[in-house]
Structures are given as structure tokens and as C-alpha cells.
């Protein structure tokens, strides 16, 4: 790619690169076994960092292909993370998962968006913008009541062709709020789309982290991976009623 090195170093994958056409990376992780489907990885504010590794290697351990743009592509050194997140907009982060859908997605399995923190935002806008998402997890995504920069809110896209989402926060989360989730479970009740609301007793912002010990919660990070794991490998979209 162009000199570009590969994010993350490991044994239970195959990765190659390609560039999309806003010149992200994208970069994907086959397990060594036939996948059971695509899991767009979507970075949190600290970017590809070892956090994101960890995140690869399970994926692939668990049999599905990890697929990994790097959202701050292109933007000018030295910016702090905060600084990287307000870059964004909503536009052209659509136009890059689209792509990264299209370009990972392997022989009809399901495709998933998978993120923490601002990739959790960003993995319930994929899911709720109709993009190729069969289902969405999102850990402790705050925001989704919030436009970035101009247009229409997560929140505000779901609708009945929403992919099946789950989301994750720590009670004592006040970035994730218990006030969005419960907008969450009132748009998608109304839009008739599934979706999951799980909040951990004692946990915080970014408690899946076990880089950040100060926020780590253990016992809430192990029962939150297990959910997500079980919801990803249920495969195709739920249908209500069924």
C-alpha cells in the first residue's frame, strides 16, 4: 500500500491493504479458518491503537474477517484525539463505511459494524444509515443525538430498515447516557427495527479498555465481549415477531 506499514502485527490472521477512494486505508484481517462473516472494526478516538489489536485478534479467533479503515487518514500531525474526532463529519464517514462495506464484505455473508467510544457513534450510524450493515454493536457510543457538523443524527435515521443493534454502557457512563439509550430504544420501537440496550452496574466510560486501568472494569468488559460475540454471531438481521 504504497509504503503504508500494517497497523497491527499478529498470528491468527492474513492481512492485506487497499486504499479507498478518500485515500482511508483499509485494512483487512483473515482468520485462519473459513469466515463466518466481516466485522467492520471502527477505532475510538485514540485511533488504531493496541486496544484495536486485541480487538482484531479476537475477531479473527472467533472465525470472522476484520475489516479496518482508518478514519483519521489524511488529517495534519500532531492533533490531539479530541481535536482528530471533531474533523469528522458524518458525510464523508458514511461515504468511507459504505466503501469498506462494499470492499470487505465476503461471498454474500453478513457484514457487521463493530466500535467503541466514537467507533461505537459511528457503528450505530452505519447500522441506522442503510449502508450494507446487517447488525450493529456499539460500546458506550455517546452522541448519537448529535449531528457532526451538519445534517441528520444517528438517532434521527433509524427507521424500519435498520440493522439489528445492540448497544453497551457502564452506569456510571455520563458520555453514553442512559437518556440516549433510552431515545434509542424509543426510536427503533417505533421504527420496528431490533435493538438491544445492555448497561453494566459500577462501569464507566471506556470500561472494555484494558489500556485505560482507570476506566477498566473487568467483570463488566467480560459480559459485554460475550454479548457482542453472541449478537455477531447470530448472523443475519433479526426479524421481529419471528
Not at 483487512?28 to 477505532?43: D, E, I, M, N, Q
Not at 453494566?200 to 467480560?222: L, T
Request: aromatic share 8%; charged share 15%; glycine share 12%.
Amino acid at each position: 500500500m504504497n509504503g503504508s506499514a500494517v497497523p497491527f502485527a499478529g498470528t491468527g490472521y492474513h492481512p492485506s491493504g487497499r486504499f479507498l477512494a478518500a485515500g482511508a486505508p483499509l485494512w483487512t484481517f483473515a482468520p485462519s479458518v473459513a469466515p463466518r462473516g466481516t466485522v467492520l472494526v471502527l477505532h475510538h478516538r485514540t485511533g488504531l491503537d493496541g486496544f484495536m489489536a486485541d480487538v482484531v485478534d479476537r475477531l479473527t479467533a472467533g472465525g470472522f474477517v476484520a475489516a479496518v479503515p482508518d478514519l483519521f487518514a489524511g488529517q495534519p500531525a500532531g492533533l490531539a484525539p479530541e481535536e482528530r474526532k471533531r474533523l469528522l463529519r458524518d458525510d464523508a464517514v458514511l461515504a468511507v463505511l459504505a466503501e469498506s462495506v462494499r470492499l470487505a464484505a465476503v461471498d454474500g455473508l453478513p457484514v457487521a459494524a463493530l466500535g467503541f467510544c466514537m467507533g461505537g457513534r459511528l457503528a450505530f450510524l452505519a447500522g441506522s444509515a442503510g449502508i450494507g450493515v446487517d447488525r450493529a454493536c456499539c460500546f458506550y457510543p455517546g452522541e448519537i443525538d448529535q449531528a457532526w457538523h451538519a445534517g441528520v443524527t444517528p438517532l434521527e435515521r433509524v427507521g424500519a430498515a435498520a440493522a439489528a443493534t445492540q448497544l453497551h454502557r457502564g452506569a456510571r457512563d455520563s458520555n453514553a447516557t442512559a437518556a440516549q439509550f433510552d431515545a434509542a430504544v424509543t426510536a427503533f420501537d417505533k421504527a420496528g427495527a431490533y435493538l438491544e440496550a445492555c448497561t453494566y452496574a459500577g462501569a464507566r466510560h471506556a470500561f472494555a479498555n484494558p489500556y485505560a486501568p482507570e476506566r477498566h472494569h473487568p467483570v463488566a468488559a467480560s459480559r459485554a465481549w460475550a454479548g457482542a460475540m453472541a449478537f455477531l454471531h447470530a448472523g443475519a438481521p433479526v426479524v421481529i415477531g419471528a
